[in-house]
């Protein structure tokens, strides 16, 4: 039974850094697509920062470019999110995901992930 749970969240100032965690069951999270998502209060859901299994891309949305890094740790199957340089615009619930095994998607969109941990909420102050 796959199962993601998110951990790491907390509030810090403007400026300040976080590293968000995504321990996985029930798959290989080396091997697998998987994503960071955010959703921010009255705000859709949106993609952060994606890990392609079929060709190793990793996709980071425009927004989190030079401050976000997406990794892996197969050892433990666990994906981290390590965020820098946090603005009060990143405030959201952090949530991972990974879609179903036959399933390749492309872009780093929600729809099309099927398997979502609980989320771990960010608060980033001025």
């Known amino acids: 039974q796959v199962q993601l749970v998110e951990s790491g969240g907390g509030s810090v100032q403007r400026g300040g850094s976080l590293r968000l965690s995504c321990a996985a069951s029930?798959?290989?999270?080396?091997?697998?697509?998987v994503g960071w998502f955010r959703q921010a209060p009255g705000k859709e859901r949106e993609g952060v920062s994606c890990?392609?299994?079929?060709?190793?891309?990793?996709i980071y949305a425009e927004s989190v470019k030079g401050r976000f890094t997406v990794s892996k740790d197969k050892a433990k199957n666990v994906m981290y999110l390590q965020m820098n340089n946090l603005e009060p615009e990143d405030t959201a619930v952090y949530f991972c995901a990974t879609p179903y095994a036959w399933a390749h998607p492309t872009a780093c969109a929600p729809g099309e992930y099927d398997y979502w941990g609980q989320g771990t909420q960010v608060t980033v102050s001025s």
């Open positions: 890990i392609r299994s079929s060709d190793g891309t990793t």
């Open positions: 029930g798959f290989q999270l080396d091997y697998a697509t």
